[in-house]
């Protein structure tokens, strides 16, 4: 008879919560690490936290149980401007994935985008990202341009919208 002693990584249960300060290490590792892999790495701690501070952005974090306490499975951080708002970060460790983390983060993030009266939400891309692209598209985003050496000159990317109400463009 077999027994498990612990709880593999789709069966635990995913908590969503408000970004801490006390979060921008781990993100900016997991940004460097699952976004900008062979990239040079933007997304630091300074300027997680600068994200975490600014009232204009929201950063969610996806907790799953580990121990006594929680670790980061997954964050997004979107920025809201007056009629649009960019998703500029969306990850999820490679542990996690396949369980909706993603969906869930990006579902909270269009909901209060909606809320605010936002009609549109952009993002970036990688062109080679298959997998980002066919989740983007599976969730009503669409391809708006192709913009070449986008990541710092060495790697194109696509810009994609989504249009949150009907008098978006």
Do not use: C, K
Not at 80 to 102: G, K, N, T
């Amino acid at each position: 008879m077999h027994y498990r002693n612990r709880m593999e990584p789709r069966d635990v249960p995913i908590t969503l919560r408000a970004g801490q300060v006390s979060d921008a290490t781990t993100i900016a590792r997991m940004a460097r690490d699952y976004v900008e892999d062979g990239l040079r790495w933007t997304w630091r701690p300074r300027r997680i936290q600068r994200a975490l501070l600014d009232r204009n952005t929201t950063v969610l974090v996806a907790d799953v149980p580990r121990g006594w306490g929680t670790e980061i499975a997954g964050f997004a951080i979107m920025r809201f401007e007056d009629e649009r708002a960019h998703l500029s970060l969306l990850a999820v460790h490679p542990l996690y994935r396949r369980r909706r983390i993603a969906r869930d983060l990006l579902l909270r993030l269009e909901t209060a985008a909606r809320t605010a009266g936002i009609g549109e939400v952009r993002l970036e891309v990688r062109t080679g990202n298959e997998a980002a692209l066919d989740f983007y598209r599976r969730h009503g985003y669409r391809t708006v341009v192709r913009l070449p050496g986008y990541y710092g000159g060495r790697e194109s990317a696509f810009r994609m919208a989504r249009a949150l109400t009907a008098g978006a463009p």
